[in-house]
């Protein structure tokens, strides 16, 4: 096994834990470290999505063996998330590479920077760095059939998902949050579903273009599926500002150097 597999077997890990604990950042993550390695962008939406199908699956077992999926809010969030994947895998493999390598790459940066913006708010908001770990879970504070905006939110992450190679958790869980519902039901559902997603848009990829880079996907799935269940049990436990500022840091700082290399080769 070479060290540049267990690389990816621990990427996979890391952005998978920092997912299913925070509900965002599994494709943003490993997106950006792929696309800083050269690979087109078509094809890292591509391999991060076929992984995701395996993750995302023992994510979705996971949060529903520890009881944290509300499935009045996962009807909501299925139909126009699995539409708006197919529409977005299918964009993005009409956009020239050229276009796509810098669009994609300041999506991701972008995508980053708000997740670390947020984490840094909450931090100067209470004047402390929050603690890694709360003490109990906190309870219902908004009924799911209450929750506004779901179709358009779910459509727009799941295009941007499918065109981006992450984004589903980030735009959904957080503007779901905002409106204070219930944490530990917004991850569980979100990446319960994300399945359904990421399912749809690999299924779309291999229509048009193809599944490549196996190994990768390969190490992605293994790292995802064996940090799954410690995340959807974390959910309950982890403080998310806390996963949220290494998660920003890290897609910062791959998205940079990414964008960095293509003006110096430009």
Known sequence: MSDQFLVFVLIGFVAQFIK????????????????????????????????????????GI???????????????????????????????????????????????????????????????STKRMPKLFIKKILQDQLPSEHVHGVTPLASLGGFCDALGGGGWGHILTSSLLAQGATPHYVIGTVNTVQFFVSLFASLTFLILVGITHWSIIVALIIGGVIAAPFAAFMVRKVNPPVLMLIAGIVVVTLSSRTLINLISIS
């Open 20 to 59: 299913g604990s925070i509900g965002m950042a599994f494709g943003v993550i490993s997106s950006s470290f792929l696309l800083s390695l050269g690979i087109p962008p078509v094809l890292v939406s591509a391999s991060v999505h076929t992984a995701s199908v395996a993750t995302t699956a023992t994510t």
């Open 62 to 124: 996971s949060h529903l063996i520890f009881k944290n999926v509300d499935f009045r809010l996962f009807r909501r969030l299925f139909i126009p998330g699995i539409i708006a994947s197919i529409l977005g895998a299918f964009v993005l493999t009409r956009i020239p590479l050229n276009i796509a390598r810098p669009i994609i790459g300041v999506y991701l940066l972008t995508m980053g920077l708000i997740i670390l913006i947020r984490a840094l708010r909450y931090i100067v």
